[in-house]
């Protein structure tokens, strides 16, 4: 069953300058509530650029983003974030020598913490720490593992609301016991409607993990589909390598 579009991407440019690099070339792409869209690329394909628009970090040239059906213009990645949408970065940015509450807590908007009431901020960390069943939140973030910390990271961006989470290679550091822990944290998290888009360059994992996979090639969406009418070959071919 389909989810509500939450975002939709339409025919999205981006050049850089001063080098004229044609990163995006019209890209197409939408994000339902309660499913997980892979994105996938080789090297230089365009993957972090559009993750990065979608975040609000660069504007692109040409195109439209819509957000439940509005058209959206993120000037800031504070816009993306009022509308819902964080980016998790694979070089994660938590503080070693503190707890996993203190963690929480240090938003990336500090300021918006201040204003939250002391009580509903500590309801609202139990409930999502009970519901993402979260490690020990007294532990220090030094003695915990890869997954753990990326669980934390997702946590604090639902803290601050997101309802779409832009995860660019979240595995990339992941033993494989690991990886199949993130993949039950995202199978709840669709449960909770959330949108997720998973980059990856590992075709088996977005055809494991992903409800839908879009690949693209220099810039340019060659593959947008369903996952279970994909096989890996179709894949690695979209991607512009010979399958064996
Ligand atoms: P990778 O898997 O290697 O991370 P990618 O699919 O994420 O690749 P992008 O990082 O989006 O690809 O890069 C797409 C193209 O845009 C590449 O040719 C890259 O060199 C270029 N590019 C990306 N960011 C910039 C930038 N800030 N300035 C100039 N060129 C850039």
Redesign the pocket.
């Known amino acids: 069953m389909r989810g509500k579009t939450i975002v939709q991407l339409l025919n999205v440019q981006k050049t850089?300058y001063p080098?004229g690099?044609k990163?995006?070339k019209g890209v197409n792409l939408f994000l339902e509530a309660g499913s997980v869209h892979a994105l996938l690329?080789?090297?230089?394909?365009?993957?972090?650029?559009?993750?990065?628009i979608l975040a609000g970090e660069?504007q692109p040239d040409a195109g439209e983003i819509f957000v439940d059906g509005r058209a959206v213009n993120f000037r800031t990645p504070k816009d993306a974030m009022r509308q819902g949408i964080a980016l998790v970065h694979q070089n994660l940015s938590l503080v070693e020598e503190l707890t996993v509450l203190e963690n929480l807590f240090l938003g990336r908007e500090p300021r918006r913490l201040f204003f939250l009431d002391k009580k509903k901020a500590e309801r609202r960390v139990k409930d999502l720490s009970e519901r993402l069943s979260l490690i020990e939140l007294n532990k220090r973030v030094a003695d915990l593992s890869m997954s753990e910390r990326q669980k934390i990271e997702i946590v604090r961006a639902l803290m601050f609301g997101a309802r779409v989470l832009l995860l660019d290679?979240p595995t990339a550091y992941l033993s494989e016991n690991e990886e199949e822990r993130l993949f039950e944290l995202l199978v709840g998290l669709k449960k909770s409607q959330c949108a997720i888009l998973f980059?990856t360059?590992d075709v088996n994992q977005a055809l494991k993990i992903a409800d839908r996979v879009t690949v693209?090639r220099e810039?340019e969406t060659v593959l947008s589909e369903e996952t279970s009418k994909l096989n890996v070959q179709r894949v690695i071919e979209a991607m512009g390598f010979r399958s064996s």
């Open positions: 850089f080098s690099v990163a995006l690329g080789a090297n230089g394909a365009g993957k972090t650029t559009l993750v990065r660069i290679e980059i360059h693209l810039g």
